[in-house]
């Protein structure tokens, strides 16, 4: 079945039914004089069995303002009520149902790592992987949101699609200062990963780096056609770049294959010299390289990768030497693939993604909580430390009278519709038995004799005798920095309506908050 549509809006929707075949819809210009020419190519899950009255879950919104006035050709194997569906529209659609407060999720469809995160005029872009057209994995593309705070976030356009090359895969961004790529200086850089043989439109191709641009604040970005790095193995992706003032040279991290990674160098962004290749114990996929403050003074390099897994080092600018073991940066497999910003000034502020089931609403997973990274030395060498942005200390109001109420030894904490808890707690020194709380519903504890901190009946090792630990407490998300940020777990609940209870012999003070 085939359509010809006339743009006369500034988004084409796509209707997508949830748990549905997923089939093939590719869409057509076509110039004057000419044939028509490809421009997208997506799987969308379809009902291929209603040929009246179709309906859908969501509409995944193609920007096509730049198409206005001309006409488009959208094919595939579906039903002529599917293509009554499809649409002109003329602007975005709110949030589709409740969700975190604090914790970036998708207004519809799948989300998965965070990509080119940068800070420019004030506004934080978070960049991610993206499916728009189900809720699950597959289309992977770029998603856009922004933010003043690191908080609070709003969704814009859609920023790149599949194309011929491959589907997006991940990436990062640099400003142009160096007036690089025949491109001015308040360009906006972005790098990323053709993943060649991931769609059928790139069938026998490698996975190759490629670059995009925005001459707009980052609200469009323009690939540019050709790699800037070739195939160097064949699924090697998520181009880390950033300049390394020491050495005067521009550095890519990325990973390999296995458990191994190279290092490449340029002076222009095109051309690229591999100067190391490593290998990392356990550690795969989403590199980065961190130049983190420590809390005694001084510095230290550490080299990232997706699980958390990372290893203090010495970095010149060549060659990555890790001092010894890998360290485990989250208590559980629920954060991955976290990525640090460019742009901001005196501190590395980082986001991962969150690994989270699907619970019957129209999007998957979300971004964790920015953090801001340090370390600190310790008898075993350098320690990394993850800490809640500053931003979640200056916007947290005191819970009112009515939000917190004692009885019986307990304490109960209930913050405000929509917003999200901070508990601040110390353990008294003195005491050894098991801290116990319901949060959501969930059964959460700490046995500071053992060192395990408990969800629901999973057990954690996080160490012993934590005196401080700080929750935040978002929906169906509960993430715990233990003694300072040592340790960071994140953990998903029961049910979303968030509510806080405890006996109060556990805690020697408290503090509870409300964003």
């Not at 407060?101 to 992987?129: C, K, R, S, V």
């Not at 430390?385 to 917190?404: H, I």
């Not at 309506?497 to 408290?510: G, K, N, W």
Request: charged content about 25%; hydrophobic content about 35%.
């Amino acid at each position: 079945m085939e359509k010809i549509y006339r743009i006369t809006e500034e988004y084409l929707y796509l209707p997508v039914c949830v748990g549905k075949e997923e089939r093939k819809v590719e869409i057509f210009l076509r110039e004057e004089g000419a044939d028509w020419e490809k421009l997208f190519e997506f799987m969308v899950p379809v009902d291929g069995e209603v040929e009246k009255g179709y309906a859908c879950d969501f509409y995944a919104e193609i920007p096509v303002r730049q198409y206005l006035g001309r006409e488009l050709l959208v094919c595939g194997d579906v039903s002529q009520a599917y293509m009554e569906k499809v649409k002109p529209a003329p602007k975005r659609r709110g949030m589709s149902q409740g969700r975190p407060a604090i914790h970036f999720t998708a207004d519809t469809g799948w989300i998965n790592d965070p990509n080119g995160l940068i800070y420019e005029g004030g506004i934080y872009h978070l960049y991610f992987q993206y499916n728009p057209f189900n809720i699950a994995w597959n289309n992977m593309s770029w998603g856009h949101a922004v933010s003043r705070d690191l908080l609070h976030w709003k969704q814009e356009d859609t920023v790149m699609f599949p194309d011929g090359s491959g589907t997006i895969f991940s990436g990062s961004a640099i400003a142009n200062d160096r007036g690089l790529l025949g491109l001015p200086r308040d360009a906006m850089l972005f790098f990323y990963t053709a993943a060649g043989g991931s769609n059928e439109w790139s069938r026998g191709q490698y996975f190759t780096q490629k670059i995009a641009y925005s001459l707009d604040g980052g609200s469009t970005l323009t690939k540019i056609a050709e790699p800037c790095l070739p195939t160097v193995c064949p699924e090697n992706r998520d181009p880390k770049v950033y300049w390394h003032e020491e050495s005067q040279a521009y550095v890519m991290a990325l990973w390999l294959e296995e458990n191994a990674f190279g290092i490449f160098r340029s002076q222009d962004l095109r051309h690229w010299e591999q100067s190391d290749r490593f290998t990392l114990e356990g550690a795969w996929e989403c590199p980065d390289l961190l130049c983190l403050d420590c809390e005694e003074g001084g510095k230290c390099w550490f080299f990232w990768a997706a699980d958390g897994f990372c290893f203090p080092g010495a970095f010149d600018g060549y060659h990555f030497r890790p001092y010894g073991g890998r360290q485990q940066a989250y208590v559980n497999n629920v954060p991955y693939a976290a990525q640090t910003y460019f742009g901001i000034k005196g501190r590395v502020v980082s986001i991962p993604w969150l690994r989270m089931e699907n619970d019957g609403r129209l999007f998957s997973g979300a971004c964790g909580i920015p953090v801001e990274l340090s370390c600190k030395r310790t008898q075993g060498g350098y320690t990394l430390v993850q800490k809640p942005v500053r931003e979640l200390t200056e916007q947290r109001v005191r819970l009112g009278k009515d939000s917190v109420i004692y009885g019986d030894g307990r304490i109960v904490c209930r913050p405000g519709a929509g917003k999200a808890l901070v508990f601040e707690t110390r353990v008294r020194e003195d005491n050894q038995d098991n801290c116990i709380w319901e949060i959501n519903a969930s059964k959460v504890s700490y046995d500071p004799g053992s060192g395990q901190f408990a969800v629901d009946g999973e057990h954690f090792p996080v160490g012993c005798g934590y005196g401080e630990m700080t929750f935040i407490v978002d929906d169906r998300i509960l993430e715990v920095f233990f003694d300072g940020g040592v340790r960071l777990g994140t953990f998903l609940l029961r049910e979303r309506e968030v509510r806080l209870e405890t006996e109060s012999r556990f805690l020697a003070e408290y503090g509870a908050y409300e964003v």
